[in-house]
C-alpha cells in the first residue's frame, strides 16, 4: 500500500472516530433518562414533585464534591480527603455560627479553611514529594481527628434558622430546590474554567504529560496548587451545605463520600490516569448513582442490596465505557 | 566445519577481505544462516551469515542504529526473527522467546542494569532460584554462597547488601556475575564498560578471560575500540543492518575497522538547501556545566549547527543547559549579541530557544489530548480573551500551523496519539513556531522513524530556517548530522575537541577523520 493510500484511510479512520465520541458523550444523559422513565412506570411514587426535588437535593452534594474532585483527576492526582474535608467543615461552619458570627462571615472562613488545607496538599505533593493518595490519605484521618478534638466528640447543633432553611427551601417551587441550585452555582463555573480557559488546558496538559506541560512554559506547579485548592474549597462548601440540611456540625459526617465522589467523577467518564474527564460528566455519575439508590428505595429493595447492587453497577458502567473509549 | 554454506561467502566477496578466522578448526557452537529483521518498513537486519566458534571472544562492533542491538535481541530471543536460520551446535532452533534463548544456555548482559533494586545482591542473584527448605527461603544460606561464589570471581561485592546501594558499575558485575550462573555457555555482553571505572574493567575482563577458558563463548559489543583489541579474538563489523567483514582481531587495526564501520552507500545524500546566513542569534563563550567544558559556538539566522559525539560525550548536557535544565557553572551566553542568563527552562522559553526533545512520548507531546492544545500550549496566554480562551482564536492558530508546517491529520481536534511520529514531531516544531522561537535544538530527531518521515523532518529543517530560524542539530547517526549541518561540532569526554564546515556531498574520509575524533582513537 502507498504512503498516500494509508494516510487516507488513517484520516478517514480518525474522522469516523471524532463522530462516535460526540454520539457516545451522550450515552450518559441516554442511561440517566432510561433509569428515570423505567422508574417512572415502574413505581408510582417516583415521578413526584416531592421525589423528584428529594432526588435532586440527595444528588447534590455528592454531584458538587465529584466536580471539585475531578479537577484532581484530570491532573492525575487523586484527593482522598474530600469526605473528611466535609464533616470537618461542617464542624467549623456550625461552631462559627453558634459562636455568633453572621452567615456570610461564617461560610466564607469556612472556605477559607478549605482553602488553607487545598494549599497543604499541594505542598505536600509539590514540596514534600509525596504521593496524592498518600497526602490526601492522611489529612484525612487527620482532619476527623482534629474536627473531633474541637468539639470533644460531641455535635454542635445550628440554631440559625434562616441557616438551616436554606436547604430545604426552594429556588422555584417545585422544581428547583436550592441545593440543586448550589449545583449549578458550582458547575456552570467549573465548566468554563475546565473548558473555556486556559487553565483549564493547562490542567489536562499536566495529567496528560507533566513534562511536556512543564517544556511548554506552563507553571506546573501552580497548577497542582490549582487543582487541590479547587478540590477542597469546593469540599468544604459542601460542608456548608450538609450542616445547613442536617443542622448540627459533626466530624464523623460524610463517611465515605470521597468514594462516592470518585465513583461519581469514574462514572461520568474521567480517567484516574489524568487527562481524560468533563466537569458535566460527574454531575451526570453523580444522579445516575442516586437515582439508582432512590430507585431501589422506592422498590423496596433491601437497603444492604443497594450496596453491593452500586458496586457492581460502578464495575459494569465503567467497564462499558472503557469499551468504548478503546474500540473508537 | 562442515556447513560449507553457512560460511560468509559473499560478505568476504563483497569486502575482499578473506580474514575471517575460519582456521582455528574449532566448530561453531552458534551459526546465523540469513538472518532477517524488519521492524515494519524498516529492515533492521538484512541477511546475517555469521558463525561463532565455541570459546571464542567474537566482538561486534557498529555504528549506532548499525543492527548491534537488534542482533542482540533476535540472538535473546526478545524478537522474533522475519526471515534465516539459526544452528545451535549444528541443529536448528526457533530462538523465539527468552526461554527457550535462555534453556540453549544463551545469556546477556546489558547495557542498562536489568535486576531488582530493592533486593540484595544474594536474592538478586538467586532470583528465580532461590534456595528452600520447608518452602521457606534460606536466606543465610543463600547470602553466604553468593559471597563465595562473588569471591571466586574476583568481585570485591558484598553479598548482604541491598542492590540499590552499589554503584551502577558495581550492579553491572553483579549482573554479569548473574548471568555466569545458570549453565551460562553463550554470554552476550552489551557495551557493558559504559559505567565503570578502570578498576571495575579491570574485574570485568578478568571474568570474561576465565569464562573463556571455561569454554563459554562470549560476544562483546561496544564503542571503544581499545577494549576490541584488548579481549577479543575475532571481531565483526556491521553497517546499516549488514553484516561488513568478519576478520580475526590480530589481522586488523583501528583505523581499519573505523573504515569499515562508515563505508556506506552514496545514495544516501540528504535533503539540504543553500539558504544564506543572517545575523547571529546565539553564541556561548567557553559554556562550563554539568558534563562539558569550555564549549564555544555560534548560530546564526539559517544555519544548522550539528552536534556530534558518542553517547556520554557531552552534548546532550550542553545543549540542555542551554535551554535551562542544569544551569551552567561557567561561561557565558549571548542572545541576539546580548549577554543571557538562563537559569530554568522558562527563561529559555521566553527567549525564543525550543527544545524539540528526542523522546516525543515522554518529553514533547500531550499524546491523549488535541492536535490543538499541544500546538497552543504555549501561547494560551495570548489566545485569551478577558478570562475565557476565544474558541476562534485558538483554531485559528492551530490551523496556521497545522498548514504551514503540513501537519496530517484528521482534524485539529484529532488526539496527537492518532498521527504518525514524523506528524507527531512536526507538532512540537508548530507548538514552537507559535511562540515565536527562533533557535530550535533538535535531540536525535530522527530515531524511529521511516526514511519517508526523514525527508518530511528534513525539509522541516528549510522551512525553519527560511523563516528566520537557527538549528542546533544533535545526532549520533554521522552522515545525517554531516550532511545537514553547516557546521558540525564532535565532543569527547564533555569538551568540544573539532569542527568542521561541511559540504553538502558525503566525503569518506572526512567521515572517518570525524568518526575518529569522536572516538578518539
Known sequence: ?328 | MTDGPLMNRDAQERDGDNRNGAATGAAPILALKGLDKRFGPTHALKSVDLLFEAGEIHAIVGENGAGKSTLIKLLTGVYPRSGGEVYWEGRPVGLATPHEAIGLGINAVHQEVVLCPHLTVAANLFLGEEKQRFGLLQHGAMVREAQKMLNDLGFRLPAGALLSTLTIGQQQLVAAARATMRGTRFLIFDEPTAYLTRREVAQLFALIRRLKQNGVTIIYISHRLEEVFQLADRVSILRDGQLVSTRRVADTDEQSLITGMINRAIDQVHYKETISFGPEILRTEKLTGRGFQDVSIRVRVGEVIGLYGLIGAGRSEFVQSLFGRFPRTGGQIFWNGKPADIRKEKDAIALGIALVPESRRDQGLCLNLPVALNLNLPIYKRLTKVVVISPFAESAAADRQIRDVQIKTASRSALASSLSGGNQQKIVVGKWLNHGAKLFIFDEPTTGVDVGTKAEIYKLFARLLKAGAGIILISSYLPEVYDLSDTLHVFRRGRLVASHDSGHVSEKTLHETILTEAIGV
Open chain 1, 1 to 328: 500500500m502507498s504512503v498516500e493510500a494509508s494516510e487516507a484511510l488513517e484520516l478517514a479512520a480518525t474522522k469516523r472516530r471524532a463522530r462516535l465520541t460526540a454520539l457516545f458523550n451522550l450515552t450518559l444523559l441516554i442511561l440517566l433518562a432510561l433509569l428515570w422513565v423505567v422508574l417512572a412506570f415502574s413505581t408510582k411514587t417516583f415521578f413526584t414533585w416531592t421525589n423528584i426535588a428529594n432526588l435532586l437535593r440527595q444528588g447534590s452534594m455528592i454531584a458538587i464534591l465529584a466536580i471539585g474532585e475531578t479537577f484532581v483527576i484530570i491532573t492525575a492526582g487523586i484527593d482522598l480527603s474530600v469526605g473528611a474535608i466535609v464533616g470537618f467543615t461542617s464542624v467549623i461552619v456550625a461552631w462559627l455560627l453558634t459562636h455568633g458570627f453572621p452567615i456570610f462571615p461564617a461560610v466564607l472562613i469556612t472556605l477559607v479553611v478549605g482553602f488553607g488545607i487545598g494549599i497543604f496538599h499541594a505542598f505536600g505533593i509539590t514540596s514534600l514529594g509525596l504521593p496524592p493518595f498518600i497526602m490526601t490519605l492522611a489529612t484525612m484521618t487527620a482532619l476527623r481527628g482534629i474536627g473531633l478534638l474541637i468539639t470533644n466528640g460531641a455535635t454542635i447543633s445550628v440554631t440559625n434558622a434562616a441557616f438551616t432553611d436554606f436547604s430545604i427551601g426552594y429556588f422555584l417551587y417545585p422544581i428547583l430546590p436550592n441545593l440543586f441550585l448550589m449545583v449549578l452555582l458550582v458547575g456552570i463555573p467549573s465548566y468554563v474554567f475546565l473548558h473555556h480557559t486556559r487553565f483549564g488546558r493547562y490542567l489536562f496538559a499536566v495529567g496528560s504529560n507533566m513534562e511536556a506541560a512543564r517544556l511548554s512554559g506552563v507553571n506546573t506547579r501552580g497548577m497542582i496548587y490549582i487543582a487541590y485548592t479547587l478540590s477542597a474549597v469546593t469540599a468544604a462548601f459542601v460542608g456548608v451545605l450538609l450542616a445547613s440540611r442536617i443542622g448540627i456540625g459533626i466530624a464523623t459526617q460524610a463517611d465515605g463520600w470521597e468514594l462516592q465522589a470518585i465513583a461519581s467523577s469514574v462514572i461520568g467518564g474521567t480517567s484516574l490516569f489524568g487527562a481524560i474527564g468533563s466537569a458535566y460528566g460527574p454531575v451526570l455519575g453523580s444522579f445516575i448513582l442516586t437515582t439508582i439508590n432512590n430507585g431501589a428505595n422506592l422498590l423496596n429493595v433491601n437497603s444492604f442490596w443497594q450496596r453491593v447492587i452500586t458496586g457492581f453497577l460502578i464495575i459494569v458502567i465503567v467497564y462499558f465505557d472503557g469499551l468504548r473509549r478503546k474500540r473508537i
